[in-house]
Nanobody, 122 residues
Framework: VQLQASGGGLVQAGDSLRLSCAASGRTFSSYVMGWFRQAPGKEREFVGSINRSGAITRYAESVKGRFTISRDNAKDAVNLQMNNLKPEDTAVYYC????????????????WGQGTLVTVSS
């Protein structure tokens, strides 16, 4: 499956931003989808994931209550709504897919998009 993330940009602290990830190539609804991020000089970290039907989600503690992941299997897309953004949310955000059960482990994901940069100024 091929993934294309979009929606990044420069915002101020407290603002909202919505990232989207378009998938193509395989049956999108068969894949668990995840969002990850990588800040400069840091390792890639888990942000959120959603199961195949969209009924179950998981979030990193640092974004819980502020970020919401959703998917539209009819449109082969997964979204990440980010509210109340903080400077520490600044990173390149990646969407990823895995043909498996819901997982928060970065290494479990087989397919990755190219990333979209989110910069939050204070």
């Amino acid at each position: 499956v091929q993934l294309q993330a979009s929606g990044g940009g420069l915002v101020q602290a407290g603002d909202s931003l919505r990232l989207s990830c378009a998938a193509s190539g395989r049956t999108f609804s068969s894949y668990v989808m995840g969002w990850f991020r990588q800040a400069p000089g840091k390792e890639r970290e888990f942000v959120g994931s959603i199961n195949r039907s969209g009924a179950i989600t998981r979030y990193a503690e640092s974004v819980k209550g502020r970020f919401t992941i959703s998917r539209d299997n009819a449109k082969d897309a997964v979204n990440l709504q980010m509210n109340n953004l903080k400077p520490e949310d600044t990173a390149v955000y990646y969407c990823a897919a895995v043909y498996a059960v819901l997982t928060v482990v970065t290494g479990d994901y087989s397919y990755w998009g190219q990333g979209t940069l989110v910069t939050v100024s204070s």
